[in-house]
C-alpha cells in the first residue's frame, strides 16, 4: 500500500511526486510514466518559454499569476534557464486584439517590465504592419536538463519510478485506491491516494474513475523548429494579438520554436473517453506547414525568411473549453467526490505548478 500514486511523468507529476515526499511527509510514493523516460511529451514538445503575463492581455488572473511565478522558477530551476537573450514583443497594426498603448498599460497593471525597443530592433519589423515594438522579460527552459532536475530529485527523496508503464484503470476499493497497469506484465498498485497528471489522458481510464467535471479540448499542434539567422540568433519575438506568432529559442536543440496562431494547430477536437488523444496523433499524418508560417511571418520580420528549417515538433495540447475564448490558462485541479483521493491536474504553462503546489498546501491529508 503506497501513500500515493503519481500518474504521469511530465514536469508537473515529477514535481507532485517530490512534494509529496519532501514537504508533506509522505513516505512511499510511486510515479508511473508510459514513455522511456521523464519529461518526453508536453513538457519538452511544446514552446519552452517561461512566462511573464505578456501573453494574456484579456485575461488579467492568468498574466499576474505568471508574473508572481516566473521569479519563483528562476530562482527554483537556475541551471534550467535560458536568459542569455533579448525578447521583444511587438504589435500587430491590423487585426490586433490589443494596441500598443493598451499593451503599455496591461503591463504596468501586471507589473511586467516594458520599455520601448531600440532602433536597431524596430528595424527589424516592417512599419506598415507593426505599431510598437518593446523590450520585454521573459526567458526560455531546457526541458533536457529540467528533464534530468527530476530524475536527481526523484532518486534522492526515494520516490520509486516505473517507466513504460500505461494506467489503464482505477478504482476504488475498501480501504483506498487501487491503479492497474500495463506494461511488460500487468501490475496493480494499491494507495491512499492518486494525482492524475496524464495531461491529455486525464480522462483514459476504465472503471470507477468519473472523468473530469471540467470540459477538455484537443489539438494537434506543430511548433517549427528552424536555425534562426544571425540577427535573430540572439532574439526572441512575439507579435501581438491576432496575427499572432512567436519565434523563441529552443535551449534544448539550440533552436528556434516558430509557432504561429493559424498554422500551428492541425486539428481540433473535444474530449472524449473512448478516444485516446495520444492514439490519435500517432495516427495523424505530419505534413509540416513551416513554408506557410514562414511566408507570412516574413511579411511582419524579414530576417525569417532567412531561417533554416530543421525539424518539427508535434504533440498534444489541452486546454479547458470555458477559456478558449480569453486565452486564460489557470490550472484544472479537481477532487473526485466519488473517488475519494483521486486529484486530477492539469496545466497549460510549465510556471503555472506553482498554482498547483498551493492548491496541495491547503489539502488535508
Not at 515529477?14 to 510514466?33: D, H, N
Not at 476504465?206 to 470540459?215: E, I, L, R
Not at 486546454?319 to 497549460?348: A, Q, T
Request: hydrophobic fraction near 40%.
Amino acid at each position: 500500500m503506497y501513500d500515493a500514486i503519481v500518474i504521469g511523468g511530465g514536469f508537473y507529476g515529477a514535481a507532485i511526486a517530490i512534494y509529496l515526499k519532501t514537504q508533506r511527509g509522505f513516505s512511499s510514493v510511486a510515479l508511473i510514466e508510459c514513455e522511456s523516460g521523464l519529461l518526453r511529451r508536453a513538457s519538452y514538445n511544446n514552446q519552452a518559454r517561461v512566462h511573464n503575463g505578456y501573453h494574456y492581455p484579456r485575461s488579467f488572473t492568468t498574466a499576474f499569476r505568471s508574473r508572481v511565478n516566473l521569479p519563483r522558477f528562476v530562482r527554483d530551476y537556475p541551471a534550467t534557464v535560458k536568459r542569455d537573450f533579448t525578447k521583444l514583443y511587438a504589435i500587430a497594426r491590423r487585426n490586433s486584439n490589443v494596441t500598443a498603448r493598451q499593451f503599455e498599460r496591461f503591463c504596468r497593471e501586471i507589473g511586467a517590465k516594458l520599455e520601448p525597443a531600440p532602433d536597431a530592433m524596430r528595424a527589424l519589423f516592417e512599419p506598415h504592419l507593426i505599431e510598437a515594438v518593446f523590450l520585454g522579460e521573459e526567458y526560455a527552459f531546457d526541458a533536457c536538463k529540467l528533464a534530468e532536475w527530476a530524475r536527481q530529485e526523484l532518486d534522492e527523496c526515494g520516490v520509486e519510478v516505473h517507466l513504460n508503464t500505461r494506467v489503464c484503470a482505477i478504482r476504488k476499493m475498501q480501504d483506498g485506491l487501487s491503479v492497474e497497469c500495463e506494461g511488460a506484465t500487468t501490475e496493480v498498485f494499491n494507495c491512499r491516494y492518486v494525482f492524475n497528471c496524464t495531461y491529455s489522458r486525464l480522462n483514459q481510464f476504465t472503471d470507477t474513475f468519473p472523468g473530469t467535471q471540467a470540459k477538455l479540448k484537443h489539438e494537434i499542434t506543430e511548433m517549427a523548429l528552424m536555425k534562426a539567422p544571425l540577427a535573430l540568433a540572439n532574439i526572441g519575438v512575439t507579435v501581438m494579438d491576432g496575427p499572432f506568432f512567436s519565434m523563441m529559442p529552443f535551449p534544448a536543440r539550440g533552436l528556434h520554436t516558430l509557432s504561429h496562431v493559424r498554422y500551428t494547430p492541425h486539428m481540433h477536437w473535444n474530449d472524449q473517453r473512448d478516444i485516446d488523444p495520444y492514439q490519435k496523433l500517432n495516427d495523424y499524418e505530419r505534413t509540416t506547414r513551416v513554408d506557410r508560417m514562414v511566408r507570412d511571418v516574413g511579411r511582419y520580420l524579414p530576417a525569417v525568411l532567412d531561417a533554416k528549417y530543421v525539424d518539427s515538433l508535434f504533440e498534444v495540447k489541452t486546454v479547458l473549453v470555458k477559456n478558449e475564448g480569453d486565452d486564460g490558462r489557470p490550472i484544472l485541479f479537481e477532487k473526485h467526490p466519488e473517488l475519494p483521493g483521486c486529484y486530477s491536474v492539469l496545466g497549460g504553462k510549465i510556471d503555472n505548478v506553482y498554482d498547483v503546489l498551493e492548491k496541495l498546501d491547503a489539502e488535508v491529508f
